[in-house]
C-alpha cells in the first residue's frame, strides 16, 4: 500500500528529496537519508513521517545584507552538537558567508564538526544522527559529510570534516581571508546579489557562477 499512497501523494513530494527503498529484514549498508522501520506502522503513518521529516528543495533565493544575529544563531545550533561530541574533542566551527561580519548571505548558517581523524567520522555521524540530522553522504565532495538539519530547527547546513582535510581548510582560509580583506568581502557580496537576481530559480547555476571567485580567494590566502 505504500507505493499506491506514495503515488497519490505526487503533488507534495517532487520538489521534496525523496527516494524510497523497501528493505525486507536487517542491510549493512550505510544509512544516508531517513531511516522508518515500519513494523507497527500503517501504510498512511508512513507516507506522513517521510513527508513531516523532509523539507522542500525550491525555495526562493535570497542574498540578505549581513545579519547581527548570525553569529548568536550558530552559538545556539552549535551547543547541543558539542555537546553530543565533546567527548570525541570535536570542535563546532561556524563557516561560510554568515560567519563573515558584514558580508552579505543566504540567511542560513554553515557549520563545520571538526573531528581529529577519519575513525572518528563514524561515530560523529551516528552521534549527530541522534540528534534528528539526517544524513546525506557527502554529496560529491570527497572529505566532506553533509548532513540536514532536524526537523523544526532554524534551516542550516552542516558538515563533518577531518581536522586538516582539503574541505576543511578550504573552508577556514576562505572564510579568514574574507574577515580580514572587507573590501573583498563586499565584492562577494555585491556579486551573490547580482547572481541571486540572475539566477533566482536555480540555485545550482547561482552556486557554479561563484565558483571563479572562490577560486580567486582561496588562490589569494595561500599567498
Known amino acids: 500500500g505504500h507505493e499506491e499512497l506514495l503515488g497519490d501523494r505526487r ?4 520538489s521534496r528529496p525523496c527516494h524510497v527503498i523497501v528493505l525486507d529484514g536487517a542491510a549493512e549498508t550505510g544509512r544516508v537519508g531517513i531511516w522508518l522501520d515500519t513494523a507497527g506502522r500503517t501504510p498512511e503513518d508512513t507516507v506522513e513521517e517521510i513527508l513531516a521529516r523532509t523539507v522542500p528543495t525550491r525555495s526562493p533565493l535570497v542574498v540578505a545584507d549581513y545579519d547581527e544575529r548570525w553569529p548568536a544563531y550558530f552559538e545556539q545550533l552549535a551547543r547541543p552538537v558539542h555537546e553530543a561530541l565533546a567527548d570525541l574533542g570535536a570542535e563546532v566551527e561556524h563557516v561560510g558567508s554568515t560567519s563573515v561580519p ?4 543566504k540567511p542560513i548558517v554553515d557549520i563545520d564538526v571538526v573531528v581529529g581523524a577519519s575513525e572518528d567520522v563514524p561515530r560523529a555521524i551516528e552521534r549527530l ?3 534528528g540530522y539526517v ?11 553533509a548532513f540536514m538539519w532536524p526537523p523544526g530547527a532554524r534551516r542550516h547546513h552542516l558538515y563533518v570534516v577531518v581536522r586538516g582535510s582539503p574541505p576543511h581548510v578550504a573552508h577556514v582560509e576562505f572564510r579568514d ?14 556579486l551573490k546579489k547580482e547572481l541571486a537576481e540572475r539566477h533566482a530559480d536555480d ?3 547561482y552556486g557554479e557562477a561563484k565558483t571563479e571567485f572562490v577560486i580567486g580567494v582561496l588562490r589569494a590566502a595561500r599567498g
Request: no cysteine; hydrophobic share 30%.
Open 11 to 14: 503533488t507534495a513530494i517532487p
Open 102 to 105: 558584514g558580508l552579505a548571505a
Open 129 to 131: 544522527r541522534s540528534l
Open 135 to 145: 544524513y546525506q553522504g557527502d554529496k560529491g565532495i570527497e572529505g566532506r559529510e
Open 177 to 190: 581571508y574574507l574577515r580580514g580583506h572587507p573590501d573583498r568581502a563586499r565584492e562577494y557580496g555585491a
Open 203 to 205: 540555485s545550482l547555476a
